[in-house]
């Protein structure tokens, strides 16, 4: 009798099948056609910076007698540097180290960021204050410059910039990991796990980490796209990955010298630095809305 | 006569604030009965909601707690939280207000009934999914083998609420703790959740407090009513008692307030005057002095005790209780 009146009134979606959260969130994610997009050229990017310099004939510091300077051609559609080496080989090969860069310090800022953020905020009182403490004190240090300075002492590899960059970026994900552990306690379902008697351990695991994710996951894609603009500046102004090691930065500043006779040779390696940051953002702000389970856009 | 399942004795709860200390709950006393549905009626702010969450330990750690509730003969109060853990959600269950937020997002509605049941019985997951959809087909949830594997958000709000009820039911509690458990619901819908959890109390044999502001509900539900007002107990009795032989002006206010179809459009409402009283600074004497049109000197005195009114268990905090039953009966007549 219950059963037949609650079908009567109160279901409005007798059609909704079961499906799984990933697949509600794909279906969300192709609602926005230019983060498609940004994830097809950020998936041809990564397969061109991997795929490239190990299919090309020349490597990355392969000298070829007699070629400096070469315009666009079939055997080097990029053209050739002044000393004569594969230019897209080189921008290729720096894609790659550029983006193992950003995605060491995404992932590593986002793992230091959750762990004392998450501590942070669900714990509260005093280790709350020691760890903001400690947060907002990275925040306020100058950044690059700090950068500047310590690079000229630990700089110059492809890990140790990562390192050099993550150790610096942790603070803004550990906030909005605290803002959202301290906006989830306050919830009523963590609430109501209590009541059901749940230990803390498993309300911190099961309850609030899972609802975290989302967001997370969606820093770590925008983060990204700031570490390759950062990661290229440093490299840039020579205290990132040092040369003959290519990174997008590094090509910049080696050809920027002919930015009047051949804007090309700067032009490309930044063309590649800045579709990477707008699609990790287009991507970023898709999944914001992707990863949110009740967001009502997929259906 | 048998013991109360639930007895609280001058229960006092007090926040610390900027402006001063607030005393959400002034010396509450109140007996709940194995089987029986005890209903707490009051405006926002009248403590009833922070009554229920003193009971089951979910202040805030700031909140400072006095006095007892024994449940089942074991003291609530200060509590060794191992000993908190195993009553909550097994002996005292509870229904939240708001079932969109007090449901997880995340999780399958199944997920959260099968974690409710797995948290205090040793079974298999395969069993408790089994029990889980049974819970689920009590509460009204058409074809609850499909419906069990949706997400809270693919609920209707109605649906919601009867999953949280079966989460409620699912360790067959001896106290239900439901908090305006229809407030965030559609009227349409809320007769029939009333129906549900009507059906639970009786499925589980489970005593219950109803939190509300809503008469409405407590008519249709309650055995006992509590009308509190300012943190305390203004008038407690039956259900018949309080509607009908009421012996409280605050009482008698709330049931002015309740809008009758039946009525004739020249019988207007009457909302009680006012507003209620600051917690930070009650007026001197009985709290509802300002607002109550029996006021006498003597109620700016000395807040009144808690008088027994003609009847078995019928109580009221006031000074003019035979007025206020001669107001009432003359109204009624």
Known sequence: MLAAAAGAADTDALDVEARSLGRQTWERFRKHPVAVVALVVLVLLIIAFWAGPWISPYTYDQVLAGLPNEGPSLSHPFGTDQIGRDLMVRVFTGGQISMTIAIVVALLTTFIGTVIGAIAGFFGGWVDTVLSALTNLFLIVPGLLVLLVVAVKWGGGVYSTALLLAFLA????????RGLFIQFKEQEFVQAAIAAGARPARIMFRHIIPNTFGPIIVNATLAVGAAIVIESTLSFLGLGVRPPTPSLGNIIQDYRGAIDSDPTKVLLPGLFVVLITLCTNFLGDALRDALDPTSRRGH | MTEPLLSVRDLSVTFRSDDGDVTAVRGMSFDVMPGEVLAVVGESGSGKSVTSLAIMGLLPRSARISGSAMFDGKELIGADIKDLRRIRGKDIAMIFQDPMTALNPVFTVGNQIVEAITLHNDITEKAAWERATDLLFQVGIPDPKRRIRLYPHEYSGGMRQRAMIAMAMANGPKLLIADEPTTALDVTIQAQVLQVIRKAQALTGAAMMLITHDLGVVAGLADRVNVMYAG???ESG???????????????????????????SADKLTPIPGSPPNLLRLPAGCPFRPRCVFATDICHDAEPDLFPVNGDGHSSRCYHI???????????A
């Open chain 1, 170 to 177: 942790w603070p803004v994900i550990a906030r909005v990991v």
């Open chain 2, 238 to 264: 039956s259900i018949d008692d309080i509607f009908y032989r009421t012996g409280n002006p605050y009482t008698l206010g709330l049931l002015g307030s309740i809008p009758i179809l039946t009525s004739r």
């Open chain 2, 232 to 234: 305390a107990v203004f």
């Open chain 2, 322 to 332: 035979d007025k206020v039953v001669e107001a009432r009966a003359g109204s009624t």
